[in-house]
């Protein structure tokens, strides 16, 4: 068998990539995308990056910076993101014959037996210069013989310009050389609690992990984290994802633009979130039977009183009808809802999911009981073909037809000042030339 | 020629001129015969397949002004770009220019310039050793009659 090789594609600053795209008057200046809400920053530029702004930093802090470097915002334009992720992953596709997406803006290939072809420094330049004419956006990529070794090669790449955004790590002793450089926390699946742990232990670099005893470790750690060192020492233990696992929950939730205090705004919201969970499901192909619905306020606001709470309920029979799960949510915000509190974020969660025509309802289930089976089974087609009509109109993202119960005046929508056009996605935002 | 056309968005400097070529695996390759039971299956036309070759590359924009209607692309009209073709001599581009994106054939000989096709227009020069930005090659015009 021919030995195992990955490269990790990483896009560089991707959702500040995808602003400066459409905007050439940008080009040289610094920019930020904020959170949902434009609470803090979630993406910079490379300008932004040297300036020092960090992520997480409330947008309200950066006040002075932004006025001195007349620093451009951006709202978090999803629609816009994700139609040019899709745009980088199928790019991809053409280039690798297997492509695992492992989030908006990074992708795992399998590149084994694929190196007698062509190197692979060469073939990480092709890939760069294809996305980079196609799409519009820089990546930097990271080749080596297991995923957590590409990760590694991949954050070389990004650091180091003299590589030219390709480092190929399949040579043990250029592995060796790169993690004696890096902390441990720049291991993938190394979070900062676990390397402080590390550090305790006289685990500094990369290099100190990949060093250590793997049954010590699985010991004192866990078998995960004992791959990780096998990992980087280049044997290959975590493979390639292709298709993503089915969802096992989906969930819907916000914070709210600005604190809701009255009941009818929050049934809005929920209906929102629930209509939202119910859309997702049916595009999953699976129905639920569990519902759980949050409120909560704002646990950052010490001064006012705090309130959280949730409750579950389950239908009857398993569904993907947005009317069922709506109806559901309601009954539970119900029970949820105290008066007099300032609620900052509420949600939808759908679980314990089923195959379409899997559920056996048990002789006493209600549904049953409702109707006879031949107008059930009506009923049931009728479901299908509302929701589907439904989904065929709202494609696109925007809700164009909605549940009265999702409200007409939602003063609780997100705030979105700096929002810049769905460029890609709506006719009447498209790019105008002169 | 001496101006360096930079392809907007993407990776720094490349393709000098012509002949940056398309990596070979990038072309689809058809092969063995259609069967000949599926002489009489017929699809209907998509217009999509018509305009765009590649999806994950195409790009549309709307034009505002008259600088170009000589070539027969007039206001309002809708272009499709795509992104996978690299810019050569005589191609109608969408460049970047002065912080504005514009719609302007492209000529690289006997300079480089921009040409407007209106002659209430003059053409704009690329001055040597300068970058030019471009965002696409322009492949449709799609307007509505009505």
Known sequence: MPRPI?????????????????????????LIVLSNNDGCVVARSKEAKALGIKTGVPVFKLRHEIRQHNIALFSSNYALYSDLSSRVMRTLEGLAQRVEIYSIDEAFLDLTGNQSLISNTAFGQQVRQVIGDWTGITVCVGIAPTKTLAKLANHAAKQYPATQGVVDLSDPLRQRQLMALLPVDKVWGIGRRLALRLQSMGINSALDLAKANPKNIREQFSVVVERTVRELNGESCI????APPTKKQIVCSRSFGSRVTTVQEMREAICQHSARAAEKLRKEKRYAKRISVFIRTSPFNAHQSQYSNSATGELSVPSDDSRDLINQAMRLLNSLWRDGYQYAKAGVMLSDFYAPGVYQ????????????????????QKSQALMSALDKINQGGKSKVFFAGQGVKTGWIMKREYLSPAYTTNWDDILKVK | MNVLLVRHGGNAVHIKNSDAGTPLFLESVSAGFPSPAEDYIEQSLDLNEFCIKRPAATFFVRVQGDSMIDAGIYSEDMLVIDRSIPATHGDIVIAGLHGEFTVKELQLKPRACLVPKNKAYSPIDIPEGSELDIFGVVTHVIRNLR
């Open chain 1, 6 to 30: 990955f490269a990790l594609v990483d896009c560089n600053n991707f959702y500040a990539s995808c602003e400066k795209l459409f905007r050439p008057d940008l080009k040289d200046r610094p």
């Open chain 1, 239 to 242: 493979s390639l994802e292709e």
């Open chain 1, 361 to 380: 309802p048990s002789l006493f289930d209600q549904g049953s009981q409702r109707q006879p089976p031949n107008q059930e089974r009506q009923e049931s």
